[in-house]
């Protein structure tokens, strides 16, 4: 029994007041240390005109482009911008690949076309064992591409092979508040990205 069940009730006022309570705790636990090499690998690929790829499924998909979306155009970077991408927006290519060569490929045939040494490419999965990400996170280590891998519950293989990632820890299956952590670390990172970029122009 995850954390969630264990504190469901049919009260929904008492079931806010307690996933609100845990959703702190969950953040709380999360390593600002692992934020702060996040924001250097952004930075240093802005620097070096390098792009970064993320790729996700399900909820951690639309952090995905919610991702790119906050960094690519959200910092009003165009003289130095920030080349971000999510590969899970263009739904021809997905269903494609996932037709032609199997829903595995969706992401390491993008990256294969799209991706050069230098890259970066950011899989965020709530269990770190999606085989499409892990089989994008092979070639891109193949590739001389960096993987960051954001993270949940105990991380999964992703968390073991990643370059350098970001863990949110809770119980197995508890998504609710894997994504709502994974996506506060796309606003809170925005937010100082954004600020940064003012900062200095």
Do not use: P, W
């Given at each position: 029994m995850n954390?969630?069940?264990?504190?469901?009730?049919r009260d929904p006022v008492v079931f806010a007041g307690a996933y609100?309570?845990?959703?702190?705790r969950v953040m709380k636990g999360i390593d600002v240390k692992e934020i702060g090499r996040f924001v250097d690998t952004l930075l240093d690929a802005r620097e070096r005109g390098a792009t970064v790829f993320f790729i996700g499924n399900g909820g951690s998909a639309a952090t995905a482009s919610h991702f790119a979306n906050d960094l690519?155009?959200?910092?009003?970077s165009y003289d130095k911008p920030f080349r971000c991408i999510s590969l899970t927006d263009n739904q021809a290519i997905i269903t494609a690949i996932g037709n032609d060569f199997g829903y595995q490929d969706i992401f390491v045939r993008q990256?294969?076309?799209?991706?050069?040494?230098?890259?970066?490419?950011?899989?965020?999965?709530?269990s770190g064992n999606s085989p499409n990400l892990?089989?994008?996170?092979?070639?891109?280590?193949?590739?001389?591409?960096?993987?960051?891998?954001?993270?949940?519950?105990?991380?999964?293989?992703?968390?073991?092979?990643?370059?350098?990632?970001?863990?949110?820890r809770t119980a197995p299956k508890e998504y609710g508040p894997a994504e709502d952590a994974h996506m506060m670390i796309d606003h809170l990172v925005g937010a100082f990205l954004i600020r940064l970029?003012?900062?200095?122009?």
């Open positions: 954390n969630i069940d264990r504190f469901f009730t609100i309570d845990y959703l702190t690519a155009i959200g910092t009003q990256l294969r076309v799209l991706g050069k040494s230098g890259d970066v490419v950011v899989g965020i999965s709530a892990l089989h994008a996170f092979d070639y891109a280590r193949s590739a001389g591409i960096k993987c960051v891998a954001l993270t949940s519950f105990d991380g999964g293989r992703m968390k073991e092979v990643a370059d350098e990632g970001i863990h949110v970029v003012q900062a200095r122009t």
